[in-house]
Structure formats: structure tokens, C-alpha cells
């Protein structure tokens, strides 16, 4: 049992399947108190009935205060996993822009803006933001995905710098792909660049707990992401060239 999470008040978003399912099933597995949140109010509730957890279905932007009150008045786990696989190029249209804005990083804005009076009052609080291998890298064929995910890191990254010395702990987890629907839904690009090496939900929420343990931020379920990522830093052109390189294998692939 991680001592961190025993009794603790946790909110997941997006918990009504897939990786936010899995971290609400392992934050209950590990003693805490789950709300499970969903827009499919059947889904939330099916997996709080099965953890034993309170549903509060809606826009995960915007239950902060009544998960708040379903734990008895006090959140001392957040997970931000709620989130939009939106794809396209930079002709995606307004409105696919503006959802993947709004829920996959402005989301985390307004939880953070509700949470953090209370968190940095009593100088404990936990924020995990479910990001994805993409807010490291990028990903083909998903403009609109890959620049809100950045965003979604970039802003995690914000909350740790700033608040870490006040007590507030952060983990980004950044999964290349993993067998839930979104994956599903990527098409060719993600079954070019995601299936081979995808996996499960849960491998997802054992690397979030281990992480919580060493109190780390990057929270990284494919380890080769951390090559990749420096590779990305250090040698940009040449990993820009392997990228197009995918970028053109997929073109091909979609063009048969």
C-alpha cells in the first residue's frame, strides 16, 4: 500500500473507461476515497459501483466544488485524465480546436484555479495530469492533439516549479500508446505509430504509482520516451527527420 494515497480524497476525470478507469480502480485498490468522474453518467457510475466510489458525472471542468463536497470536503488527490484525441492538421476546423483547447488543457487550468486556495493553505496536494508521450514529442496526422497536449505538459510542469516548495506535489504521465478507445479512434496513424507497442490501462496506473513513491514528476509507462525526448532535445533536425520519415511511411500507407 502506498501511504501516500490511504484515506486520501482523489477526483479522477475521464474515469468512465480506459486510463482513468484504471487509476480510479488502483487509487481504491490503495485505500483512498474515489470520485469518478465522466460526461457518460452511466459509465462513471458503473465504475463507482464497482471501487466503491461516488460518481459525479458532468464537464470535468466544472465539478471541482461538488467532488469536493461528495469527499466530505476536502480533495487531496486531483487526476486531470480527462481528455480529446482530436486530429487533423492545421485545417482543422475552429470548433476541434477550440474542444481540444478547452478540455485537454484548460480543464487543468480551471482545476488547478479551484483547487490550489485550499492545497496551498494547508500545504499538501497532489496534481496529476494524464498527458501523453505526444506533450513530450508530437504525434503524425494530429495537429490539434499534439500542440493542447504540449500545452497540458508545459502547464504541469508550471505548477511544479511554482508550487513545489509550498507542498504541492505534481506527475505528468506521458504513455505512448495504450489499448483504450482513444487509440482506438487514431485510425492509421495510430495503428502505424501507436499499436505496436501498446498497453493496458493499468501498466499506466502501476507507472503512476511508482512514481508517486519516488515522488517523481515525468511519469513515463513506455521508458524509450525518455530516449526519444532527449534525442528531440539534443539533435532536433535528426529527430525531425524521423519523424517526417513516419510522416511520409503513413502518407503511403493511407494512399494504397
Known sequence: MVEAVQDAGVVVTGAGGGIGAALARRFAAEGARVVVNDLDAGRAKAVADEIGGIAVPGDASAIVAEARDALGGRVDVYCANAGVGSGGSQAAGEAVWALAWDVNVMA??????????????????????????????????????????????????????????????????????????????????????????????????????????????????????????????????RWLHGMNRLQRQWEETTAR
Open 108 to 237: 487543468h487550468v480551471r482545476a488547478a484555479h479551484e483547487l490550489l486556495p485550499d492545497w496551498l493553505e494547508r500545504g499538501s496536494g497532489r496534481f496529476v495530469s494524464t498527458v501523453s508521450a505526444a506533450g513530450l514529442l508530437t504525434m503524425i496526422g494530429a495537429a490539434p492533439y499534439s500542440v493542447t497536449k504540449h500545452g497540458a505538459y508545459a502547464f504541469a510542469e508550471w505548477l511544479s516549479l511554482t508550487y513545489r516548495h509550498r507542498g504541492i506535489k505534481v506527475h505528468a504521465i506521458c504513455p505512448q500508446g495504450v489499448r483504450t478507445d482513444m487509440l482506438t479512434a487514431s485510425g492509421s496513424a495510430g495503428e502505424l505509430v501507436l499499436r505496436p507497442t501498446a498497453i493496458e490501462p493499468q501498466d499506466v496506473a502501476d507507472a503512476l504509482f511508482k512514481g508517486i513513491e519516488e515522488d517523481r514528476f515525468l511519469i513515463l509507462p513506455h521508458p524509450e520516451v525518455a530516449q526519444y525526448y532527449q534525442a528531440r532535445a539534443t539533435e532536433p533536425d
